[in-house]
């Protein structure tokens, strides 16, 4: 039997996410069934990192350039984020699974987009938009049938726990401000043009992002034992992850595709991509300069 004297300390982490105690025990139970069941669904939905590899006639570039147009578009048309991590998880899905001819890239693209709208949002483009967008490379008719193949391929499965399902669970637990949000969505998204990102699973690049995020704008390692308690990952297990993303944000408004850095410079985005990255993450040990120094 649990003593209520037994469980104080995970009670306060429970109850900083604004649970109250009569919450506890089933908030408890509740957790470890979202995160038993998250961890197989991650396992169903995750692609092969080395996929690109069965391809003959596609890139790992033509895809960050075909991902870094579609954020364009989706910022455009004004879309939901959900939107957005399902429709690359839908493209890397599909290209797993068929090789796809360096023409048709794009229509997988703007097909992908139709089909995360039609799940995720209330107000779906119509399909002339998407040939209008894709400077008419394509007919509404191509669009749907290639829509009928993505679906069947994937056997109609649009479910998917994408790195959003859980950055929205982490960030309440790190009671993040707008500030932090937004920074965490950026570092996020700097790793859908990644095809590298793929060797992570979506819950550690959320919570890898999260605390990439805090380090940016703390200039100190910042990981709460609150963080760590949701999360499941330690910030010694998200070290590797959050170099990384560093790294994209150090290149992000000077390498070529830079459709990401655009959006975070805007006012409407906090302007948070103007943020210097932390770069003492990057040094042996990931330990902050002492204040003042160079």
């Not at 998250?38 to 890139?59: E, H, L, T, W």
């Not at 049938?145 to 109609?156: A, D, G, P, R, V």
Request: hydrophobic share 40%.
């Amino acid at each position: 039997m649990v003593m209520k004297n037994e469980i104080t300390a995970d009670h306060y982490i429970h109850k900083d996410l604004g649970f109250s105690y009569l919450d506890f025990l089933l908030q408890l139970l509740l957790s470890f069934q979202y995160y038993q069941c998250g961890a197989f669904m991650q396992a169903k939905s995750c692609v092969r990192p080395d996929y690109m590899s069965s391809q003959q006639d596609i890139n790992s570039k033509m895809r960050a350039i075909l991902i870094d147009w579609l954020i364009e578009v989706h910022y455009k048309f004004e879309l939901m984020d959900e939107t957005l991590f399902l429709m690359v998880n839908i493209i890397d899905r599909f290209l797993e699974k068929e090789v796809v001819p360096r023409k048709k890239l794009q229509l997988v693209g703007v097909t992908a987009m139709l089909l995360a709208c039609k799940y995720e949002e209330v107000s779906v483009p119509v399909v002339e938009d998407l040939v209008l967008i894709s400077d008419r490379a394509y007919t509404k008719g191509q669009i749907l049938e290639m829509e009928k193949l993505i679906l069947n391929t994937l056997q109609f499965n649009m479910s998917v726990p994408t790195p959003y399902v859980f950055m929205k669970r982490f960030l309440k637990a790190a009671d993040a401000d707008k500030q932090l949000e937004l920074a965490s969505f950026f570092m996020l998204e700097l790793c859908l043009v990644e095809y590298q990102m793929l060797n992570y699973r979506p819950s550690h690049l959320a919570a890898a992002a999260v605390y990439t995020a805090q380090c940016a704008i703390n200039r100190c390692q910042h990981w709460t034992k609150v963080c760590e308690s949701h999360s499941r990952y330690t910030s010694d297990q998200l070290l590797e992850c959050s170099r990384m993303m560093v790294d994209f944000h150090q290149k992000a408004g000077t390498s070529k595709l830079t459709g990401v850095h655009r959006k975070y410079s805007t006012y409407k985005f906090g302007c948070v991509a103007k943020i210097l990255p932390a770069q003492f993450l990057l040094e042996s040990g990931g330990t902050p300069p002492p204040s003042g120094a160079n």
